[in-house]
């Protein structure tokens, strides 16, 4: 949170991170993590400041680790009311249960068909989605593993010759001079045995331009995200302890300058 730059996007981020929990994994009632965006103080209405929101975050991320986080997006649809069954049911109601848990079903449906299209178009992918918040520096880069969006011309039909891209993986291998050769790293590419003359791994100088950083054209690039979600605990451990770190930061800067989040936000109030 530190790297955001203003309040605007840290409050944008911490409400996004509750939404995942709250909507994304249906916990607004057992476990409930829903909470508003603003507090009625007397006859006003004032906007949550980050320390707010961080405060509950931090709730949630140690509260989550004692439920199991759903397979499947929680769909919310309407259900009918509980009525006590006394002997045996009737066809009528049988019906309408099924009625909802088709409605349910359908849902999903058209969810996992509006997610391959638009992967399809290379847009929301689970790579895309799991990128840093914000470009990382360059030089922070060094040994970190990156993609980038290659255009490769290909025969297609008719033995026409037209331009794909491909996402190509590789390892930086060196970060130069960033005065002399501004966003410029050298790149050792993992080898790509389908492409003709691919079969070997090569080193080439890239330049990692900012407006490019997770797009979907030619030359964009990213880091190379390991999909695997065996490390959760540990990774959401490790968030709980930064935003401790992050609160207790604004608690100091708080009492030391005026300037702080919690500052700032009390005087626009």
Known sequence: MKKMN?????????????????????????????????????????????????DHLRYIIREEKKYDIPEEPY?????????????????????????????????????????????????????????????????????????????YDIIGKDDKKETVLRWCQGKVKEIYDQEERPCTVQVKWDPTPDINGGEESV????????????????LAWRMDINIDIGNQNEDTEQDADDIDSECDDDRENESESESSIESSLGDSD
């Open 6 to 54: 203003s309040d605007a996007v840290r409050l944008e981020a911490l409400k996004e991170n509750i939404r995942i929990c709250s909507l994304g994994f249906g916990w607004t009632k057992d476990p409930d993590f829903h909470t508003t965006w603003s507090l009625k103080v007397g006859n006003k209405r004032r906007q949550k400041s980050v320390k707010e929101l961080a």
């Open 75 to 151: 769909v919310e649809t309407p259900q009918p009311a509980f009525v006590p069954v006394l002997g045996t049911r009737t066809k009528e109601f049988d019906d309408i249960n099924k009625k909802y848990e088709n409605e349910a079903t359908e849902i999903k449906k058209t969810r996992d068909e509006l997610k391959k299209e638009q992967e399809a178009r290379g847009e929301g992918s689970a790579f895309s989605t799991l990128q840093p918040w914000f470009m990382p520096s360059i030089e922070s880069l060094d040994k970190k593993r990156i993609c980038i969006l290659i255009p």
């Open 203 to 218: 080193e080439t100088d890239q330049v990692f331009k900012k407006h490019l950083w997770n797009k979907n054209k030619r």
